[in-house]
C-alpha cells in the first residue's frame, strides 16, 4: 500500500495516524511494568492478603500483568515483603534478594515491614529498609488487597518512568505549619531548636 | 570421537547415601516460614528436623509493656488466621482474673464470631493444602468463601483481618443492622459449598491415593506428643474443649465433633470438613438464640463507658481518662485459661502483680505443639508425602514463633 | 478442676508417697495449683500421672514465668490434664536465680548452680557464646514422662535460661542459635528503637 500509493505530505499523515514512535527505554519500561513477576513469598499475616487472597478470583493481581507468581528469586522481578521480618529471618530475605536479578523491585507491604508496626522489641527488625532498598510502602495492618493493589499500580507507574508526585512537587506548596514558621527554607530559631533537643532527651530516655 | 568418561574411582553406595536437604524458610508450600533440614535416602525421609523462629516477634514480652487492653492487638496477631480465638483466650484469661461476668448477648456474640473465623481458618486451610497437593482449583473456591466470612468481619467490625472486636467484658460493638440477614444467608449457603468441595475431592483418585494411609500416628503417641484439635480427633479421641469444658455459650448449642478412625491424613481432611459444615449450624443457631441485650458488661472500673454518657456523667469521664491513659489494675494473680482453636488447644497464662501491665502473658499455642508431631507422621515416608502431612498438620507459623 | 478441700485431700495423699515435695497448694479463682519443691517435681508429675484415681496424664502446657522482683524468681508451670474426668491441675515450682559462678565463697554455691556444673556444661557451653558468667537456674526435664515437653521446655530455656537437666537436646528453639541474653526475662530491655521524624531530625537536630 506504502509503496508509491502516497506520496510527500499525505505519506507522512498516514504514517503518523498509524505507527507510534517512542524511545527503546519507554517501552522496555512498559514491558517491565505490565509483566512483573511476584515473588510467592509470604512472612505473616499480611501474607494471607497478599499474595494469597490478592491472586485469588475477587482481587485478581493477574489483569495487572503479574499473573506469573515465581517461587524462584532467579526468575522474579518483584518481592512482596509481606509480614513482620523477624531477626532471624532478616538475613535470609536478604539473601533472597540478592539472588534476584535485576531489575528488581521491593514492595514493603504493611507496617511491619514498612518500619516494625507495633513491634518495636528485640525480635523485629525495625523496618525493611533497615537492611534493603525499598520501592513502595504499602501501609496497612494488613493492607487491603486493593491498597496493596494500589501500591502495585503506583509501583507500575514508577517503574514505566513517571512516578507520582506528591503534592509537594505537584503544586510547588507547602503546609500551613511550615508557612506559619516562616515558609519551608526557614531556619529554626537556637531557642526551638534547643528545646526540641532537650524534648528529644526526655522522650528517648 | 566422544571421550571416553573414567569410571569413578571411589566406592560410594549411591543407593543408600543420606542426603541432607534444607526446605529452607522460604518454600512455595506456604504455610508460613518454616525450615526443614530434612535427612533423605533417596525419595524416603529418614530423619527430619523442623527449625522454627524466623516469625518470632516477641509478642509476649511486648505485652507485658502494655495495659491489658493494649495487649489485644499484639495478641491476634499471633496465629493471624484465627485471631478471634486468640482474643478470647486473652479477654476470658484476664476476665476470670477480675471476676468479671460477661452479658449473655456477648456470650453469643463471641461465640458466633469465633465459629465464623473456625470456618474461616479451615476454607484457608483447604485451599492451601488443596494447592500443594495439586487441586489448585480448591483455592479459588475455598478463597470465595473466605472473602464472604470476611465482608460479614469487616461489616461488624470494619477490618477484614485482625479486629480486635473482643474487650474484657464483651465485645466493642453491636453487630449492625443486616448483619443478621447476611450471615444467615451465609450459613445455609456454607454447607452446600462444603458438599461441593467434598465432590471435588473426596473420591478424586490422586488425592485418595496422596492421603489415604498416609501419615499415620497412633492415638497414644499423640497423646504423649500433647496433640490437640482436629489431628487428635482424626485418630480416634473425641478429645474436643468445646465440649469439655463449658465456656461462652457452647453448652447451649448442639452441635457434633467429627471424630476420625485410621489417623491419615484422609481422615484430617474429613474431621475438618465436617467441623465447617458443624461450625455452620453452630452459627445459626447462634442467630437464633442471640438474646437482646447489653453487648458489653457494666462496670465501669474495667469497660469504657458508652460515649454517649461522657457528655453527662463527671464520673464516667473520669472513668474512661482513667481507663484509656493507665487501664485497669489487676489484683496479683495468675490464671491458665484454654479453648478449642482450629487446630487444637488454645491456651492463654496471664500473670497479673497488681499493676495496670500484665507481668507476663503467654499463649500455649496449639501449632506449636502439634509441630512435634510432623517428624512422626513424616519419617520413612517420600517426600511428596512429606509435604502433604504438612498440609493436612495445618501449622501456622506465626502461632508457632510468637 | 479439683476443688479446694479435693486439693487438699490430694496434697495429703502425695505427702504419704513423697513426704515434702509439695511446698504448698493454692486454689486461686477456681484453679487449683500444687507449689512444688523443684529437686522433687518429678516425683510429683509422676505420682500425679500413674496414680490410679487421679491420672492426670495430658500435660497441656510447660511455660516459665519471671517473678522479679519477688524471690523465688522463676516458676515452671505444669498444666495437666485428667481427660476422663475433665479435671485441671496446675504443678509450680519455683526456682531461685542461680548466683553468678565466681562468687561463690566455700560452699555457698546453690544447688543449682552446682548440678548445671554437673550436668557437663551442654547447655551452658551450647548456649551463646561469652555467657560463661552466671550459671543457669536448673530443674529436672520431664521429657520421659510427658514428650510433648521437649519443645516446651526448649522455649522455657531460650526464654528464661532455665536449665532441664537431662533433655536431649536443650538449645535455642526461637531465637537465633548465637543471641546473648534471655528474652523474656523481665530485666531484659524490650529492645526496639524510638521513634524520630526525618523531617524534625533535618530542621532541629
Known amino acids: 500500500m506504502l509503496r508509491g500509493d502516497l506520496e510527500g505530505e499525505d505519506l507522512e499523515r498516514y504514517v503518523e495516524e498509524r505507527v507510534v514512535t517512542t524511545t527503546f527505554e519507554k517501552v522496555q519500561n512498559w514491558a517491565r511494568a505490565n509483566s512483573i513477576f511476584p515473588l510467592t513469598f509470604g512472612l505473616a499475616c499480611c501474607a494471607i492478603e497478599a499474595p494469597i487472597s490478592l491472586v485469588t478470583a475477587r482481587y485478581d493481581l493477574a489483569r495487572f500483568g503479574a499473573e506469573a507468581l515465581r517461587a524462584s528469586p532467579r526468575q522474579a522481578d518483584l518481592i512482596i515483603l509481606s509480614g513482620r521480618v523477624s531477626v532471624k529471618m532478616a ?46 510502602y504499602v501501609p496497612g495492618c494488613p493492607p487491603r488487597p486493593e491498597a496493596v493493589l494500589y501500591g502495585f499500580t503506583k509501583l507500575q507507574r514508577k517503574i514505566m518512568g513517571s512516578p507520582d508526585q506528591s503534592w509537594r512537587q505537584r503544586y510547588d506548596a507547602y503546609g500551613t505549619e511550615e508557612w506559619a514558621r516562616g515558609g519551608p527554607r526557614s531556619e529554626p530559631s537556637p531557642e526551638a531548636a534547643a528545646a526540641y533537643r532537650e524534648a528529644r532527651e526526655l522522650t528517648l530516655a | 570421537m566422544a571421550e571416553q568418561i573414567a569410571a569413578p574411582t571411589e566406592t560410594v553406595d549411591r543407593d543408600r547415601e543420606i542426603m541432607t536437604v534444607n526446605v529452607g524458610p522460604h518454600h512455595p508450600a506456604t504455610h508460613g516460614v518454616l525450615r526443614l533440614v530434612v535427612d533423605l535416602e533417596g525419595e524416603m525421609v529418614r530423619e527430619l528436623r523442623p527449625v522454627i523462629g524466623y516469625v518470632h516477634t516477641g509478642i509476649e514480652k511486648s505485652c507485658e509493656d502494655k495495659s491489658y487492653w493494649k495487649v489485644i492487638p499484639f495478641v491476634e496477631r499471633m496465629d493471624y ?81 485482625h479486629t480486635r472486636y473482643f474487650q474484657v467484658g464483651g465485645v466493642i460493638e453491636d453487630i449492625p443492622l443486616g448483619f443478621e440477614q447476611k450471615c444467615r444467608a451465609f450459613a445455609e449457603e456454607m454447607p452446600i459449598r462444603v458438599g461441593q468441595y467434598e465432590d471435588l475431592l473426596d473420591r478424586n483418585e490422586v488425592f485418595l491415593s496422596r492421603t489415604k494411609g498416609v501419615g499415620v500416628v497412633p492415638r497414644e503417641r499423640l497423646l504423649e506428643l500433647g496433640v490437640t484439635g482436629p489431628l487428635l480427633r482424626a485418630a480416634g479421641e473425641p478429645w474436643d474443649l468445646r465440649k469439655a469444658f463449658d465456656y461462652l455459650a457452647y453448652p ?63 464520673e464516667s469521664l473520669i472513668h474512661h481518662f482513667k481507663l484509656v491513659t493507665e487501664g485497669f489494675r489487676v489484683d496479683p494473680g495468675e490464671v491458665y485459661y484454654s479453648i478449642e482453636s482450629p487446630r487444637g488447644e488454645l491456651g492463654c497464662f496471664v500473670l497479673a502483680d497488681g499493676s495496670a501491665k500484665p507481668a507476663r502473658v503467654h499463649f500455649r499455642d496449639p501449632s506449636f505443639v502439634n509441630l512435634q508431631a510432623f517428624r512422626d507422621m513424616a519419617i520413612g515416608t517420600y517426600v511428596a508425602d512429606m ?12 502461632g508457632v514463633d510468637r | 478442676m479439683p476443688d479446694a478441700p479435693g486439693l487438699e485431700l490430694i496434697r495429703g495423699e502425695i505427702e504419704r508417697d513423697h513426704p515434702a515435695a509439695v511446698l504448698a497448694t493454692s486454689f486461686d479463682r477456681a484453679q487449683a495449683a500444687l507449689v512444688v519443691d523443684p ?16 491420672r492426670y496424664d495430658f500435660l497441656s502446657s510447660l511455660h516459665a514465668a519471671d517473678y522479679l522482683p519477688a524471690q523465688p524468681r ?91 537437666r537431662g533433655h536431649p537436646a536443650l538449645t535455642r528453639i526461637l531465637m537465633p542459635d548465637d543471641y546473648v541474653g534471655w528474652p523474656q526475662r523481665r530485666d531484659f530491655p524490650i529492645g526496639g528503637e524510638p521513634v524520630t521524624f526525618t523531617y524534625s531530625e533535618r530542621r532541629y537536630g
Open chain 3, 74 to 164: 522463676f516458676a515452671v508451670h505444669y498444666e495437666l490434664i485428667n481427660r476422663e474426668r475433665v479435671e485441671r491441675i496446675r504443678v509450680k515450682a519455683m526456682l531461685e536465680d542461680a548466683p553468678p559462678a565466681g562468687d561463690a565463697v566455700g560452699g555457698t554455691m546453690s544447688e543449682e548452680a552446682l548440678a548445671t556444673g554437673r550436668h557437663g556444661g551442654s547447655p551452658a557451653a551450647a548456649g551463646p557464646a561469652g555467657h560463661d558468667g552466671p550459671s543457669l537456674p536448673s530443674i529436672d526435664s520431664c521429657v520421659e514422662l510427658f514428650p510433648t515437653a521437649h519443645a516446651q521446655e526448649r522455649e522455657a530455656f531460650d526464654f528464661f535460661g532455665i536449665v532441664f
Open chain 1, 91 to 136: 538475613p535470609v530475605v536478604r539473601r533472597l534478594y540478592d539472588q534476584m536479578l535485576e531489575p528488581k523491585w521491593v514492595m514493603a507491604m504493611g507496617a511491619c515491614s514498612s518500619s516494625a508496626g507495633m513491634f518495636a522489641n528485640y525480635a523485629v527488625v525495625q523496618g525493611a529498609d533497615k537492611f534493603m532498598p525499598v520501592d513502595i
Open chain 2, 252 to 314: 447451649e448449642m448442639d452441635f457434633k465433633i467429627p471424630v476420625g478412625t485410621v489417623g491419615d491424613n484422609y481422615d484430617r481432611y474429613r474431621v475438618r470438613v465436617a467441623e465447617m459444615v458443624e461450625s455452620s449450624r453452630i452459627v445459626a443457631q447462634c442467630l437464633d438464640a442471640l438474646p437482646e441485650g447489653p453487648f458489653i458488661a457494666d462496670d465501669r472500673k474495667y469497660v469504657l463507658p458508652p460515649r454517649s454518657e461522657l457528655s453527662t456523667s463527671m
Open chain 2, 81 to 161: 488466621v484465627s485471631y478471634f480465638f486468640q482474643m478470647e483466650a486473652y479477654c476470658g484469661a484476664v476476665e476470670r482474673l477480675i471476676g468479671l461476668e460477661i452479658p449473655p448477648r456477648a456470650r453469643y456474640l463471641r461465640t458466633l464470631f469465633l465459629e465464623l473465623n473456625r470456618i474461616h481458618s479451615h476454607l484457608v486451610w483447604l485451599g492451601t493444602t488443596a494447592l500443594d497437593l495439586g487441586a489448585i482449583s480448591m483455592l479459588w473456591y475455598c478463597f470465595r468463601e473466605r472473602d464472604k466470612i470476611l465482608d460479614l468481619f469487616e461489616m461488624a467490625t470494619g477490618q477484614r483481618m
Open chain 2, 387 to 398: 509435604i502433604a502431612s504438612l498440609g493436612m498438620l495445618d501449622p501456622i507459623l506465626g
Open chain 3, 39 to 54: 529437686a522433687r517435681v518429678l516425683d510429683v508429675l509422676r505420682w500425679l500421672k500413674e496414680q490410679p484415681g487421679h
